[in-house]
């Protein structure tokens, strides 16, 4: 495609569809013409021209003079039905819902060479960021060994004001909905899902893997409370919710979205707030970090006209990794070392650890640190949830099950001494 | 050009050369061959079969098989010649040489497109960080408000050295020298011409504009003192060398690399050694920030690498904000606030402040902070160096000249009390 007048059709008209339409009018050098508005409410007031708005999506879908189809709906199940129809008709899609891709990865992939057309999605990542852009086109024959960061703003928000301002979890959440940065139902930012669903498609332009959500473990951070925060702080970290896609050995990948702490040398240490940021470990590179706004209608409208200048440009995602002749395979045969909070002694029958370096008791808190299977936190995902036991990985260190991890040195807690016995296993 | 083995023909053998034979080897997807390697010294001993030695740059240059120049020698003069004759020769390049770029820039993409093929040069800015292919695709169509950045990786290592570790300026420069970080002659990189270089390749595809380095100012690291230190350490702060690349109204933009306070809040503040740092402020992205590593071997290859692939696939730059209808001029016209550390209060005659914040005298030690016209630094550049003065801005404000800057509010100095006297001006 190489046309001087782009015609696009939008479907959606929230916070990030809005901020397209603001950066497309103040854009440098390009110009594209949004045709039609696809929106579902009829009674919402809209800030644009009736005669662009229609409530009917298949005036956009069927007609052959848009080239380009945006998607920015919230609800991930029409967003299928939409994105998929437009890649039949032979339509180029952008889309910003990571849910849906997360999902039908596979699918699109197929579509979009079956039928000749592209779609991006560099906005469903990290917001403003150029993430997937920089993994196609500048890591494409570079081996990494691991991508992690902050994706998701909302459950950042949340960690910071808890951390920064000693906000309570609640009204962190609520300062969060109120500024937009956080949806009516936040479920999804902050028991992990989000994230897991972006780790899931950086697992594909990074490694090449095809995998799906569900086979992806997501620890949130909704059961997170004042003594986790403290043990944090009194290590010098601040707890941060972290997906890890990692290479173990030639050829396994590990992927798992854990609140991790990170100290105060740590690249996301300092990303607060709505803020994203991504660590890309190359093997000639080596560790680059990249940071910038996750969220916003402007940001996130940035990214979402990036990749409509793309597809101008001819430009698709060629999956470069996934085509490469190095079959990668999705693992969970990992230990992973944690800091877990328990109520009694008999949750720590269920959450076995392989080796425990430090146990803590007192009358209301307790916690071991330890090195633990993944897939025991996996067996154990719903008692954990349901007993309000919270896990934080104090490392990103991955060990394979045959290994031996050496002890860590021990830390001592310095607050609350006299409430504190100090056990060590 | 789209084919599965490219032959390649290396120019120069040194660290960056054997670091881009190094990640050629070991890609995961890529394969090209270097064919042939021209050098120039024939006593060095070469880790390479001596078949693809050659003294003779012609048989590379006229040699019709090779598909891609690689241009990865010191001599800028040489390179220039090697770049532009095998432009005209059909030829794609790839070079990390920002002074020749720097020194011809207009010319090289009028090469460009009279013979059809691409010149990429992704190593030769902030080495493994890749921000011109961030700039030219990701913010193509987006007003850029700032790039600023640390980009030279051996004043940055010195000044890490001298402030972390309280080495002195000859010791940490012996260090980098050491350590591969900075040359036999580390003039370009400590008097800021090799970071001009950088700025000016920088000011092309960020803002469209080509200017040569010797319009932009650039006041190095030379003459920094113990005091200038620890002066920047009673604020918090530590120096940085950094281009600062910003657009002061719709239309103009300035230019130059003079070293900065930078606070511990500040993206760049851990920035240390020899990494680089890029912060883009984009009118809809916000702040964005890329660190990686700004020199070495495997870094530096990688980039080189990632443009021998982009040429593979047929990309070349398209410098689209060069090309925007939106014509950017160059300006020196720009108020600085900045800290001078001067020798006697003749110098204060010479350098002219607009408005003084604050002055301080000693016997030892005198310095002011204020409001100074750029063209004022520009035309007393040479007796700032020669007299050992030392410049670093207080922050990275610009005030246009017909307006009034507001009075900053002092701050106190806290050590040595008693041989300091404190004159507010």
Redesign the interface.
């Known amino acids: 495609m190489s046309k001087n007048s782009l015609n696009i059709g939008l479907f959606g008209f929230g916070c990030v569809g809005q901020?397209l339409y603001?950066?497309l009018k103040?854009?440098?050098?390009?110009k594209a013409n949004i045709t039609k508005i696809a929106v579902k409410n009829r009674n919402k007031p809209r800030a644009v021209s009736k005669d662009l708005i229609t409530y009917n999506k298949w005036e956009i879908l069927d007609d052959p003079a848009i080239d380009i189809v945006v998607e920015l709906i919230d609800d991930a199940a029409e967003a299928y039905l939409i994105v998929t129809e437009a890649l039949r008709k032979r339509k180029h899609v952008v889309t910003a819902n990571k849910k849906l891709l997360a999902l039908h990865l596979e699918e699109l992939i197929a579509l979009q060479k079956e039928h000749g057309v592209s779609l991006l999605y560099?906005g469903a990542v990290c917001g403003?960021?150029?993430i997937l852009?920089?993994l196609e086109?500048?890591?494409?024959?570079?081996?990494i060994k691991k991508v992690s960061g902050i994706f998701n703003g909302t459950s950042n928000y949340i960690l910071s004001k808890m951390q920064s301002e000693r906000i309570a979890y609640t009204s962190a959440l609520a300062e969060a909905q109120e500024k937009g940065f956080a949806e009516s139902d936040p479920s999804g930012d902050v028991n992990g899902d989000d994230a897991a669903y972006k780790a899931v498609i950086i697992a594909l332009h990074a490694f090449g893997l095809v995998i799906g959500p569900q086979a992806v473990l997501n620890l949130g951070i909704s059961n997170l409370q004042k003594d986790d925060l403290g043990y944090a702080r009194e290590k010098g970290c601040r707890i941060k919710l972290l997906p890890l896609v990692k290479r173990l050995h030639q050829n396994s990948i590990c992927v798992f979205v854990i609140p991790q702490l990170v100290s105060s040398?740590h690249?996301l240490f300092?990303v607060e707030n709505e803020f994203n940021g991504v660590i890309v470990d190359?093997?000639?590179?080596?560790?680059?970090?990249?940071?910038?706004?996750g969220a916003?209608s402007?940001?996130t409208?940035?990214?979402v006209?990036?990749d409509i200048?793309?597809l101008s440009?001819g430009y698709g995602y060629?999956y470069?990794?996934h085509?490469?002749?190095?079959p990668l395979s999705f693992t969970n045969a990992v230990f992973l070392n944690v800091y877990l909070r328990y109520n009694t002694i008999l949750d720590l029958e269920k959450i076995e650890f392989d080796e425990i370096y430090e146990k803590y008791e007192s009358a209301d808190y307790n916690y071991v640190v330890g090195k633990i299977a993944l897939t025991t936190l996996i067996a154990e995902k719903e008692f954990i949830f349901q007993n309000r036991l919270f896990v934080a990985l104090i490392n990103d260190e991955t060990d394979p099950p045959t290994h031996e991890l050496p002890r860590q040195k021990k830390q001592k807690t310095n607050s609350n001494p006299e409430l504190r016995k100090k056990i060590t296993a």
């Open positions: 901020g603001h950066v103040n854009s440098t050098g390009f560099e403003s960021i150029p852009r920089t086109e500048y890591f494409d024959n570079e081996p040398d690249h300092q190359g093997e000639f590179s080596g560790e680059q970090f990249l940071q910038g706004r916003g402007y940001p409208g940035a990214a006209l990036s200048s793309a440009h060629e470069k990794k085509r490469q002749a190095r």
